[in-house]
């Protein structure tokens, strides 16, 4: 088995101390300490990596999702280089998808669904009634997207695509869903999958092929520290706390975190 060693974040989540007025301060908390990885078992996860249009185009859609300009960094700062060295590495790359049919007509979608084969019937969903309707009514208008938000987000993802920097190249598995990311991952031999992408304390936790998904289905799911960035509210926004908690989610219930230098560092050139 081809291996590599690399420094790993975890959260010591232990041992609440009584004698102090807040027992958790007590933990252990951040620590990072060299681990082992399979190059033979571990894939790098890219996920909805979306190209957004811009804010003049798409105000709405800018107003509701505060964390694009972030991820645009992201996309050109980080992505070039961390996509760069895992397709010279060998490493499988995934690239997990949706809110569109921007990707279905490229080879590694096509892959993922012949490997994946017929769709499991989705869960049985409970019947809807005037008040539960009212109140994701007011949901809607009230907490998120905002009624005059709506259009601008309709137009958008008629339009959305991959960002340049973050592009599937060749047949890389491309997944819309658990059922292919995981068929993707049984094919390569996959039981670790590294997550980038947005947002993460959302979509990488919980939608289709997200950590929560994969993880019920055996996988160790870790996430690469500044490959990503979160949902973020008006308390949290300036230190991106909500980044650090979901992080934090990641280290104590999922995997690992792992800077993306190091990350680099470690990889093989192998082509």
Request: hydrophobic fraction near 40%; proline fraction near 7%; aromatic fraction near 12%.
């Amino acid at each position: 088995m081809r291996t590599i060693r690399l420094p790993a974040s975890y959260y010591q989540q232990f041992d609440a101390d009584y004698s102090r007025d807040i027992p958790a301060e007590g933990y252990g908390g951040w620590q990072k300490e060299q681990i082992e990885l399979s190059l033979d078992h571990t894939a790098v996860v890219v996920m909805h990596a979306w190209y957004w249009g811009t804010y003049e185009e798409y105000p709405g859609w800018w107003r509701t999702v505060e964390y694009i300009p972030r991820s645009y960094e992201i996309c050109q700062t980080v992505f070039p280089r961390l996509l760069g060295a895992v397709r010279a590495s060998g490493l499988p790359l995934f690239h997990i998808v949706g809110g569109g049919d921007y990707y279905k007509e490229l080879p590694g979608y096509h892959k993922a669904v012949e490997l994946a084969g017929p769709e499991p019937e989705p869960p049985e969903q409970a019947e809807s009634d005037p008040v539960i309707d009212e109140l994701r009514q007011l949901k809607a208008q009230r907490v998120y997207p905002g009624t005059h938000n709506q259009p601008d987000i309709q137009r958008g993802f008629q339009r959305i695509d991959f960002p340049l920097e973050a592009r599937p190249v060749g047949d890389e598995g491309i997944a819309e869903n658990a059922h292919q990311l995981f068929a993707l991952c049984r094919q390569a031999g996959v039981n670790h999958l590294i997550y980038s992408g947005f947002a993460i304390n959302w979509c990488l936790l919980m939608s289709p092929g997200g950590m929560l998904d994969m993880q019920r289905r055996g996988l160790m799911c870790s996430a690469l520290r500044q490959a990503t960035t979160a949902v973020e509210n008006k308390e949290t926004a300036r230190q991106q706390l909500a980044k650090q908690v979901a992080l934090w989610r990641v280290a104590v219930h999922f995997g690992f975190v792992f800077d993306v230098d190091d990350f680099i560092a470690a990889l093989p050139r192998d082509s």
